[in-house]
């Protein structure tokens, strides 16, 4: 029962560097989110995918690039980390049948990145 | 802007007590989903309450739905040191074309022993 998979789960980063981040689902589900999360702060939608080859902007989107080339996978691209993008990063999958609005949000178990 | 205030943020009580915590908006949302997320892993559903009035139960844990679906609370009866974590409330709102969860900052409990 693999679900979400996040990779990867640890990173530190110097700034002006770029890295990517992996999230792969075998749920066959079709939204995905990466969120990251803030002491205090919950958590705040990066970007989304409704479905394989689309991408959508959340809430906090600035310095973030995703691409959704396969259905089951999601990439979060940094492409110049600054400090202020360190963070807990999730990534998260839902269906889209049933009752959408009831749908639940399957989550990683995250990555942690530090920028220096 | 939508927002969810969760309070309180933090909270730490002894074994056997009873807590409630709250999630209030001034928007209307569709359904209300509790999430609990322990350290090192990522938010896992507890329960989806969708009805105004609605009250669920999970063990100990009673959840309710506000009349108006602006509102929430998860309330534990005799806590147990297993309840401790980052306990989440998330609406679901209908943006633009498409349901978006709005996310409480959440509620870190934790249950002495």
């Known amino acids: 029962n693999a679900g979400v998979t996040q990779t990867p789960k640890f990173r530190v980063l110097k700034t002006g560097q770029s890295m990517t981040l992996l999230c792969a689902q075998d749920?066959?589900?079709?939204?995905m989110y990466w969120y990251r999360q803030d002491p205090g702060m919950g958590l705040r939608l990066i970007h989304y995918s409704v479905g394989e080859g689309t991408t959508a902007k959340g809430e906090v989107p600035d310095g973030y690039n995703v691409s959704r080339l396969k259905k089951q996978n999601f990439l979060l691209g940094l492409e110049s980390a600054a400090p202020s993008q360190t963070s807990v990063y999730f990534c998260a999958s839902r269906a889209s049948t049933g009752t959408v609005s009831n749908q639940p949000q399957h989550f990683g178990d995250g990555t942690r990145l530090s920028i220096l | 802007t939508q927002l969810l205030e969760q309070s309180p943020q933090f909270l730490s009580i002894q074994e056997g007590e009873n807590l409630t915590v709250y999630c209030n908006s001034s928007?209307?949302?569709?359904?209300l989903q509790w999430y609990r997320q322990e350290p090192g892993e990522g938010p896992v559903l507890l329960v989806t309450?969708?009805?105004g009035g609605e009250v669920k139960k999970l063990k100990r844990l009673t959840f309710q739905f506000g009349d108006a679906r602006k509102d929430s609370s998860l309330h534990i009866t005799a806590a147990q040191p297993g309840d401790t974590g980052l306990y989440l409330c998330a609406g679901a709102w209908r943006g633009d074309s498409n349901y978006q969860l709005i996310w409480g900052a959440g509620t870190k409990l934790i249950i002495k022993p």
């Open positions: 309450v969708v009805t």
């Open positions: 749920m066959n589900h079709e939204y």
């Open positions: 928007s209307v949302f569709s359904s």
